[in-house]
Nanobody, 126 residues
Framework: VQLQASGGGWVQPGGSLRLSCAAS????????MGWFRQDSGKERELVAA????????FYANAAKGRFTISRNNAESSVSLQMNDLKPEDTAIYYC????????????????????WGQGTLVTVSS
């Protein structure tokens, strides 16, 4: 699976950004797609994920109430709408694909994801 991410950029605190990721090479049915982020010196962490079958969504605590993950079945794409952005949201954001319908205990573990997008930088500052 090839992942092509877009979006990102610079925004002031309180602003919004939308990230999108298109998966090619496979028709999605039972997979999981997610967004992770990584800041310098820190481990890659899950931001949000969605199971393609059933559409169950999972959010990191830091993302709850501010970020929304959604999918487009026809385009095999996933988006992350980020509102009320904070300086601590600054990081490189990666789209990720897993061939599995991950359970809750695994969905936040990068090792369960098979393919990664190229990463897009999100900078939140005044």
């Amino acid at each position: 699976v090839q992942l092509q991410a877009s979006g990102g950029g610079w925004v002031q605190p309180g602003g919004s950004l939308r990230l999108s990721c298109a998966a090619s090479g496979r028709t999605l049915s039972r997979e999981t797609m997610g967004w992770f982020r990584q800041d310098s010196g820190k481990e890659r962490e899950l931001v949000a994920a969605i199971r393609w079958s059933g559409g169950n969504k999972f959010y990191a605590n830091a993302a709850k109430g501010r970020f929304t993950i959604s999918r487009n079945n026809a385009e095999s794409s996933v988006s992350l709408q980020m509102n009320d952005l904070k300086p601590e949201d600054t990081a490189i954001y990666y789209c990720a694909f897993s061939a599995y319908s991950l359970i809750a205990s695994s969905i936040g573990s990068p090792e369960w994801y098979n393919s990664w997008g190229q990463g897009t930088l999100v900078t939140v500052s005044s």
